[in-house]
């Protein structure tokens, strides 16, 4: 008779720890799904019987290589790059590459795990996958970060392809990078073909790729907040990091008629108390995405406005947060001072930027809490569409692609909805996400047997 216990969370864990000593961000990503999980397959046998959960939390692969590259002055340094595959079962690999000195396997694991779920969220042909180096392109020069990259996927290559993996961007992989990357890619194979998103314009990316996330970020804020009967026009938001995913959450806040208080980067945040408005975010657009420059320049520029050197802005009083800059980022501390502050929504622009205690406290008060999973699909889901113009030789412009964005993001927000309210009408977006997430991957799982 095969085994249809599930087993409890800690038993599964700990089981999990064992087989990944040290991985700490992997554990903890794989615990806030097995959470809702569990009990969900308690109820489930099939997917308890085929040990769907566990399958799912060891990657198809993970490969692991030398990366050599020489600076500008003749040195040699030596780097390792992963890819992590780890479910094709709706689609091909697919996921960002994410080049920073904090780069771990343990990481890239977990980056991999939520793909799945996230992809899964978007209703598109995508499997998860997440790779990168721990080789960090700030500081670096144009011909240091081009010999890296061509390294890189000097061995990527083979493990990648359009029906096998398509990676895309991440934090310290922005266009210049996926240029680079694409080139190679190009070089070696002989072929022009969809393998990397996130290309510019001329030579087959998507209208609408960079702004994706942000803009999804906010889209599905919306939604949230529409459920609520409330909506945007009017109330605050802190927000943190100073990225794509950021900057393109901030502009469409602006657009929308909040008022945005704070950005920050790696060494500290600004918090404009009169607001950052539309021809001061375009300044910091400038500054982050052109000159490369660091966020405190702002509080020089502009009169009124603090800079907080290594501080994260969650202590300054707002109606809406939006951790968009990495992950845990916002801890339980943090966390209270939101809550302290009466802050209506929470919404995770990062990738698990909420520490696991954080978490805990946002589901169990009473606001709107958004999940990185579900909230900023928005990027990979335009990947997808990426990936749909290139085989169709077609590209689409900017209304389009922007009214599609918003219709996935409201379908994402339905998922999420419908598998996450409970009787008294509140929605916990966290399981709704889990669960929506999980039941799609699963069920093609099952359909394929045991392997
Ligand atoms: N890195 C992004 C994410 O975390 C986008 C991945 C992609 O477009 O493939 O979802």
Not at 104 to 132: H, R
Not at 234 to 240: C, D, E, I
Not at 309 to 331: F, K, M, R, S, Y
Not at 421 to 432: L, T
């Amino acid at each position: 008779m095969a085994n249809t216990d599930v087993p409890d969370l800690d038993t599964f864990l700990e089981g999990l720890r064992k087989r990944n000593p040290g991985q700490e961000e992997f554990a903890q990503a794989v615990g806030e799904v097995a959470e809702d999980i569990l009990p969900f397959i308690a109820d489930n046998e099939n997917y308890q019987e085929a040990e769907i959960l566990r399958r799912l939390a060891e990657p198809d692969r993970v490969v692991s290589f030398r990366v050599c590259w020489e600076d500008d002055d003749g040195n040699i340094h030596v780097e390792r790059g992963w890819r992590v595959q780890n479910n094709n079962a709706i689609g091909p690999y697919k996921g960002g590459l994410r080049f920073s000195e904090s780069v771990t396997e343990s990481v890239l694991k977990f980056l991999a795990f939520e793909q799945t779920f996230k992809n899964s969220l978007t209703g598109l042909p995508m499997g998860g996958g997440k790779g990168g180096s721990n080789f960090n392109p700030k500081g670096k020069s144009d011909r240091e970060v081009m010999r890296f990259c061509q390294s890189f996927m000097t061995e990527l290559y083979r493990h990648i392809g359009p029906s096998v993996d398509v990676p895309a961007g991440d934090i310290g992989v922005g266009s210049r990078e996926i240029g680079y990357l694409f080139g190679q890619y190009k070089r070696i194979t002989g072929r022009w073909e969809g393998v990397l998103t996130g290309k510019a314009l001329e030579y087959g990316g998507s209208r609408l790729r960079t702004e994706a996330t942000g803009y999804g970020v906010v889209y599905f804020l919306r939604e949230m907040l529409k459920n609520a009967d409330e909506e945007l026009d009017g109330k605050t938001a802190v927000v943190s990091g100073s990225g794509n995913v950021a900057l393109y959450a901030a502009q469409k806040l602006i657009d929308c008629g909040a008022k945005v208080l704070t950005l920050s980067d790696s060494d500290g945040f600004v918090h404009d108390p009169d607001g950052i408005d539309a021809e001061k975010l375009d300044w910091v657009m400038k500054l982050k995405l052109e000159r490369r420059g660091r966020i405190s320049e702002y509080a020089d520029e502009f009169d009124g406005a603090e800079y907080h050197e290594g501080n994260a802005p969650w202590h300054v009083d707002c109606d809406i947060a939006l951790p968009c800059a990495t992950q845990n980022e916002l801890d339980d501390d943090a966390a209270k001072a939101l809550l302290d502050n009466d802050v209506m929504a929470v919404v995770e622009g990062a990738n698990m930027p909420s520490t696991r205690d954080a978490a805990k406290r946002f589901r169990k008060s009473d606001i709107l809490f958004g999940p990185a999973k579900a909230a900023n699909a928005g990027g990979v889901a335009v990947s997808g569409l990426e990936m749909t113009q290139n085989s169709q030789r077609m590209s689409w412009e900017c209304d389009k692609l922007d009214d599609m964005l918003t219709q996935l993001m409201a379908e994402i927000h339905e998922k999420c909805r419908s598998d996450g309210e409970s009787d008294d009408g509140a929605v916990d977006y966290v399981r709704g996400a889990n669960i929506a997430g999980f039941r799609k991957v699963a069920d093609a799982m099952l359909d394929f047997g045991v392997m």
